[in-house]
């Protein structure tokens, strides 16, 4: 029972400065006119700004650990809850094909463009899905599964986010010069721009439908995180176990090492378990709204324990391939949406 103490006390100062610096951030969105960046991103860099002065301080180490991986979960599965399989339905109808030729696009081209750059696997892959599925929330649940570095993470949400600063400005400017209607430029807004809060900018800055519309989509395209990280759940086992090889391990030493969990991560299990309570039951609006909103907070809080985790100068040795890289996928994501889209006769 000491020993138990002891370790749960270990946690409280991590915990509590990624929480402080969480607040701050959301605070600082609040102030913003437009949400055109979200406070896990704000989170984020003030926590790579704080690494510098605070890394020395290993009082922080363990809590800081614990946020970024553990409530870091806990917040993906309470993000289900806002999330309804009806809606996914009626919406997926129109946005579905978008979907699938931007996701192909996404990790299809993403693959041949990071070999082109010479970029690890991990890091391109979380470009990819940061850029074809949801932004933070994407890169936030594959990096557990692949074992991703922190300032892997930090790249990917990094590149996502400047191309979305461009979206923010650029989008409603085409969509308007194009005259394309409110349904056709939510359904280009929420499956090419990267972040929910981004989405959202885009889309009310069309117009009030659009921006609704724009939100549905974004909801819907949010479950391709599922099908996501188990194909990487199973990638990362199958590197596992050749690398297991190359070890001269034995066959019962592959099979006990390499664990069920990986293949179906717990997390992703309790997140569509909340998808479909939330379809099953009639939950009170109050309620999906408290837990978006803790999902919300909690994943900041993992975002602020990874920005101070992650070290500038760290990220620099990467040089400006993972942005050319995040670049590249994005302005590819437009256009292979916006093509679909004709072809579908919705603009």
Known sequence: ??????????LIPGIILAALIAALATFIENLLPIHFIGAAVIAMFIGMMLNTFLKRFTVFSTGLKFTSKKLLKFAIILLGLSLNIKTVLSVGKMSLAVM?????TCFGGGYFIGKALGLNWKLSNLISAGTGICGGSAIAAIAPTIDADDNDIAYAMSATFLFDMAMIVLFPIMGQAMGMSDQAFGIWAGTAVNDTSSVVATGYAFSEAAGDFATMV?????????P?????ALISLRLKRKEALSNAQSSDGIKTNVKITKIFPWFILGFLAMVVVATVFSIPTEIVGFTKSTSKFLMVCALAAIGLNTSLSDMKKSGIRPMIHGFIISALVVVVALLVEICMGIV
């Open 1 to 10: 029972m000491k020993e138990y103490c002891i370790k749960v006390l270990r």
């Open 228 to 232: 996501t990280v188990i194909t990487f």
């Open 218 to 226: 974004k909801l819907t395209r949010t479950l391709a995180i599922v």
């Open 100 to 104: 699938v030729f931007t996701l192909l």
